[in-house]
């Protein structure tokens, strides 16, 4: 069964040091992939996709994330946190057939803090 | 950009009351998909719709239905609203034909309603 886990439920860092957000996926097939984020009382919004092009993909506000196959991980760094990145992350994943679910799988989320 | 609009950002309803929480994007996006979110529980899907009054049932569509009468609009309906679907709910939609592509959801700034 496909499944997308999120290695961390909170991490803690200093503005201006790097920042890095565990995602790991499960899948039988090659999937999209996404991270979103989530400030406090706001939608997701899209920070990255991975659509079976380039490996390293950029996104908004400094963000990037790697697509490794072998090691099935699509973690997101950042060289240098800022205040405002505090918020919740979301690792998605594409589902490959049909059901209740739709065609997102997303992980349980990942809160970032940022300590001045 | 695309955007999605959600018609309330705050709600506070009584037990029993019938509820709607309308949803619309300005981008002809065919899919279009109703969530909750709960701490804890994660982003869960209660509807879902890949055409005008077309709708599939999501993990969790009890006391809950929904129309889609336009494309751009997806409207939630609580029946008979109840404590227990106090949450925090997200509308999203997507591009791409059939609810099974590899295209990410673009989603709404999320109402969160509180039910008394």
């Known amino acids: 069964a496909q499944s997308v886990t999120q290695l961390d439920s909170h991490v803690s860092v200093s503005e201006g040091t790097p920042v890095l957000l565990r995602c790991n996926y499960s899948?039988?097939?090659?999937?999209?992939l996404f991270w979103y984020v989530q400030h406090p009382n706001k939608g997701l919004q899209l920070l990255l996709k991975?659509?079976?092009?380039?490996?390293l993909v950029k996104g908004i506000n400094g963000f990037e994330a790697e697509f490794k196959k072998s090691e099935t991980s699509f973690h997101l760094t950042k060289p240098s946190a800022h205040m405002s990145d505090a918020a919740e992350y979301f690792c998605v994943v594409t589902r490959n057939y049909g059901g209740s679910q739709g065609n997102l799988i997303f992980g349980k989320g990942t809160k970032l803090s940022v300590k001045p | 950009d695309v955007k999605v609009t959600q018609s309330s950002r705050y709600l506070v309803k009584r037990t029993g009351e019938k509820v709607f929480l309308e949803c619309v994007q300005d981008?002809?996006?065919?899919?279009m998909f109703w969530y909750r979110q709960d701490p804890g529980l994660g982003l869960r899907l209660i509807y879902f719709s890949y055409d005008v009054k077309m709708k599939e049932k999501g993990d969790i569509p009890e006391g809950y239905s929904v129309s889609r009468e336009k494309k751009e609009r997806f409207s939630l309906i609580l029946e008979s609203a109840s404590t227990n679907q106090t949450s925090m709910y997200l509308c999203?939609?997507?591009f791409g034909q059939g609810i099974w592509s590899y295209n990410e959801q673009f989603f709404g700034p999320g109402t969160r309603l509180t039910v008394l």
């Open positions: 981008m002809d996006h065919e899919n």
């Open positions: 899948s039988s097939y090659s999937p999209s």
């Open positions: 991975y659509t079976s092009a380039a490996t």
């Open positions: 999203a939609s997507s």
